[in-house]
């Protein structure tokens, strides 16, 4: 299995594109300053595969949408074994990862 970090800022909403296995996907990371951070994954034609995840800490927070596209495990990594829901958490302590089985 390879490990790939996001790369994610907590500068407020950003969006960027990576490519997962030859696949090109955008993420959207958005903050809700209740509860923390969320992401947004969609596929290379602009179609949400998952909207309104929160980044939840130690978990494949992609287990709940069964049947998604984008076949790959995601979890929310915290280096501080905090919830990394804070403000200034994303991309300093907290990161999105994504387990591709290879």
Do not use: C
Not at 86 to 98: K, S
């Amino acid at each position: 299995m390879i490990t790939l970090k996001l790369p994610v800022t907590s500068d407020g909403a950003r969006t960027f594109t990576s490519e997962i296995d030859g696949v090109a996907f955008r993420f959207r990371t958005y903050l809700n300053r209740l509860d923390g951070w969320y992401i947004d994954i969609y596929d290379n034609l602009e179609n949400a595969i998952v909207q309104g995840v929160a980044l939840n800490n130690g978990i494949d927070i992609l287990r709940q949408f069964t049947g998604n596209s984008f076949g790959h495990e995601l979890e929310y990594y915290t280096s501080d074994g905090s919830s990394g829901e804070g403000i200034e958490d994303l991309g300093r302590t907290g990161f999105p990862l994504v387990k591709v089985n290879a």
